[in-house]
Nanobody, 120 residues
Framework: QVQVVESGGGLVQPGGSLRLSCVLSGRVLSVHDMSWYRQVPGNERELVAHIRREGDTHYEDSAKGRFTISRDNAKNLANLQMNNLKPEDTAVYYC??????????????WGQGIQVTVSS
């Protein structure tokens, strides 16, 4: 069974830092794009950062210069380092992973979400 598990969320003061981690477990042919999204109640889920298997990255404008996405292909792991956090970064953060399944079908998996709260 393929699963995506996030960790590292919590409560932090404005200006602080957190690192979110996302691990894909289970058997697949290959792991491709890994992304972090976030969602606040009443809003749509929005892309925060994205990293391709080859390492190319993309950031949402408010994340540029503050967040860094990285990955370890050997461990099927993606990290999101978040610095200089602001109250408006408060949200549930979700990891999304694109894979090629054992049946050679492209599939998308989501984690369960992890809360990040930025507050004094």
């Amino acid at each position: 069974q393929v699963q995506v598990v996030e960790s590292g969320g919590g409560l932090v003061q404005p200006g602080g830092s957190l690192r979110l981690s996302c691990v894909l477990s289970g058997r697949v042919l290959s792991v491709h794009d890994m992304s972090w999204y976030r969602q606040v109640p009443g809003n749509e889920r929005e892309l925060v950062a994205h990293i391709r298997r080859e390492g190319d990255t993309h950031y949402e404008d408010s994340a540029k210069g503050r967040f860094t996405i990285s990955r370890d292909n050997a461990k099927n792991l993606a990290n999101l380092q978040m610095n200089n956090l602001k109250p408006e970064d408060t949200a549930v953060y979700y990891c999304q992973v694109g894979v090629r399944s054992l049946s050679a079908v492209w599939e998308i998996y989501w984690g369960q979400g992890i809360q990040v709260t930025v507050s004094s």
